[in-house]
């Protein structure tokens, strides 16, 4: 099937089944200056990890061998891909032994436990209006589903931290970039999601935060696309720093020229219900 050939034809005949969301800046808020303390957390964590494993590293080694990281994973997330939890300790390994040593299997767990630990350590904030419309969705028979692209935290650990913060319960699939090797706003994490939803795409409502990885991408797909809009989730030193991952990584992706133009703008996730319920309305059936 030809999702995009479908979709014009088709967008308007059906209730929405499947809501999906983005995470950062989304469901999970960032306080400012977080993105920043939790790198230097990271450096010093991975540091104290290698000298448990035997292998003597400064915190700025550390630090120099994660820029180096960054830089080598921002080349694959431009063209829509993304490597797993271990290729990225693996690239740590790498540039932390200045290519003199390998990665070890037995060093898995311990270099992966510190690289997922800063965000614990400094956590972020879940959007106070995710329970309540997670909740409402699941009660009016709504399929609800993740796409998320990782940085630095793998799936792993995002999945941990949702169900700890107590929303992993309410959704039916989660897709991290990571675990699958594609990235928004590439149609094809899209499609995957549908096909995970058992949803057609014009079926499913897509929210996010980036107008070109999450509104783009999503309308791309075939999918409708809620833009959320809302200053209070970002980390507004990371969003002005050139230098910081999260500057350097919204303008990434490779997107086909397409409708951008959202079904819809929010500032509260609680106008989501709404956005919803006027789109069942204006089914034929609704």
Not at 47 to 55: M, Q
Not at 89 to 102: E, I
Not at 232 to 249: G, M
Request: proline share 3%.
């Amino acid at each position: 099937m030809v999702y995009g050939e479908r979709v014009k034809l088709e967008s308007n005949k059906h209730h929405i089944k499947a809501v999906t969301f983005d995470l950062w800046e989304t469901l999970l808020f960032e306080r400012t200056g977080d993105s920043a303390r939790r790198t230097i957390a990271r450096c010093r964590s991975l540091t104290e990890a290698f000298r448990r494993l035997g292998v003597e590293i400064t915190v700025e080694q550390s630090e120099s061998a994660l820029k180096q990281t960054v830089d080598s994973l921002l080349k694959v997330w431009d063209s829509n891909k993304d490597v797993s939890h271990l290729e990225q300790l693996k690239l740590v390994v790498k540039y932390a032994m200045k290519g003199s040593v390998n990665m070890r299997k037995e060093w898995t767990n311990e270099l992966s436990t510190a690289y997922i630990a800063p965000l614990y350590k400094i956590p972020p904030l879940l959007n106070p209006e995710a329970h309540k419309v997670l909740r409402w969705l699941k009660n009016h028979k709504k399929n609800v589903g993740l796409i998320c692209n990782t940085g630095l935290t793998p799936g792993t650990g995002l999945r941990r931290f949702l169900d700890k913060e107590g929303v992993a319960e309410y959704f039916d699939m989660m897709i991290f970039s990571d675990e699958v090797g594609i990235r928004k706003p590439s149609a094809e994490i899209f499609h995957l999601a549908a096909r995970r939803l058992k949803a057609e795409p014009f079926e499913i409502v897509h929210v996010g935060d980036n107008l070109k990885i999450d509104v783009c991408g999503a309308k791309n797909a075939g999918f409708k696309a809620v833009h959320f809009s809302c200053e209070e989730a970002q980390d507004r030193d990371a969003a002005s720093d050139p230098s910081s991952l999260v500057y350097r990584s919204r303008s990434l992706g490779k997107v086909g020229i397409g409708n951008a133009v959202p079904d819809g703008t929010i500032s509260s996730l609680a106008v989501l219900v709404k956005i919803v319920e006027k789109l069942d309305a204006n089914s034929p059936s609704g």
